[in-house]
């Protein structure tokens, strides 16, 4: 078993990567929580492949465990549905020495530790990331948030879990689409931080050597994430590395209603945009947008924008909650493996040309 700790200045907590892991659960929660009574929180397509799984496993411990479904997808990531997850966690009498487990892909993991972080002004949860983006990036780090209209996780909170507890095993039941969606936040951790986890990913010959792989290769993101973290906890500095590709692509999923283009699909055209850009404005080394370019068509995504109002992409990314004033940080690559940050006026976003 890969195991991490994040070390952070008022808590810590581990992380656990093992092929498995979740038959073991229940022992393994068991380790770090002593008290009885257990909420999962997790969405409809999880609950029919592997809800049984892990009650089972839990009661077997004799934890006394409730389920809260919710659909899947970005579309519970509101106001309402987080309203109804609390309302049942009310209704199941939790108190701030219970736990709550979020089992589910980036959206689960949100809106479940986002409750959590406010129900009773707090109560410990558990991330059990069952997607890849979760696995190598939502569940490490303690954003939890929401979606409004106005665009993607404006409202949240800092939040941290218990412990995260990955088990690569079930990225094998993923639609493959949603195991590539998951492969762009990958390939960002590369293009920022590795240029070696970058090659890596442009030499494997297809899935098969990427799951051979796989278990290493989620504990290089998560270390690198960790790390992150560490050194910025609040995303006012290095941190903020992370969102390499995530301002255009969190405009493109909010332009066209989170309904068109999952997250990876629209951060890989964002990383891609991006850097074509920055290559044009003599700020990153030639030749690096084609190989964020190859590697992005490599693992089956999208790296061409459609048609888009640039106005409206514009008056979207302005709203972004990483802004200060009229500035903007956007992040860029000197080279493969080295990313920076560069702070513009967002009226300069007009040059921007969205390929």
């Known amino acids: 078993m890969h195991t ?7 808590k810590t907590y581990p992380i656990y990567i093992k092929k498995g892991l979740l038959d ?15 909420a999962i929180i997790t969405d409809s397509n999880i609950e029919k492949l592997y809800g049984e799984r892990i009650k089972n496993n839990l009661i077997k411990e004799n934890f006394l465990t409730n389920k809260i479904i919710i659909e899947p997808g970005e579309k519970s990531k509101f106001f309402k549905v987080l ?25 689960v993991g949100d809106l479940g530790g986002f409750a959590a972080s406010m129900l009773l ?3 410990s949860f558990i991330q ?16 939890v948030a929401i979606n409004t209209d106005y665009g993607k996780n404006l409202i949240g909170s800092f939040y941290h879990p218990k412990a995260v507890f ?72 290095e ?49 690096t947008s084609d190989l964020i370019k190859k590697i992005i068509i490599k693992y089956n995504l999208p790296w061409k924008i459609p048609t888009i109002d640039k106005s409206e992409i514009i008056d979207i990314i302005s709203r972004d909650k ?16 080295n990313g920076f940050i560069k702070k513009i006026n967002i009226k300069d976003m007009n040059k921007v040309k969205f390929i």
Do not use: W
């Open 121 to 123: 002004r707090g109560i």
């Open 239 to 287: 941190r903020m590395l992370l969102n390499f590709g995530h301002t255009i692509g969190h405009g493109i999923e909010k332009y066209f209603q989170y309904k068109k283009f999952t997250h990876g699909e629209a951060v890989a055209m964002g990383m891609y945009a991006i850097t074509k850009n920055s290559e044009d404005f003599g700020l990153t080394e030639k030749g």
């Open 24 to 38: 073991s659960i229940g022992k393994e929660i068991k380790k770090i929580y002593k008290n009885k009574k257990i």
């Open 166 to 237: 990955i088990d690569p095993e079930l990225l094998k039941t993923l639609d493959e689409r949603y195991l590539y969606d998951g492969m762009a936040e990958m390939i960002k951790y590369g293009a920022i931080k590795d240029r070696k986890l970058f090659n890596n990913l442009l030499q494997y010959k297809g899935k098969e050597d990427l799951f051979n792989n796989i278990e290493e290769l989620i504990y290089t993101c998560c270390s690198i994430k960790k790390n992150l973290v560490e050194k910025d906890e609040k995303d006012n500095g």
């Open 128 to 143: 059990i990331p069952t997607s890849l983006i979760g696995q190598i990036d939502s569940s490490i780090g303690g954003k």
């Open 322 to 337: 990483k802004n200060n004033c009229e500035n903007m940080n956007i992040i860029l690559l000197k080279n493969i493996g």
């Open 4 to 10: 991490l700790t994040v070390n952070l200045s008022d």
């Open 83 to 107: 309203e109804q997850v609390c309302n049942k966690l009310l209704e199941l009498k939790l108190n701030r020495g219970d736990l709550i487990i979020t089992f589910g892909g980036g959206v």
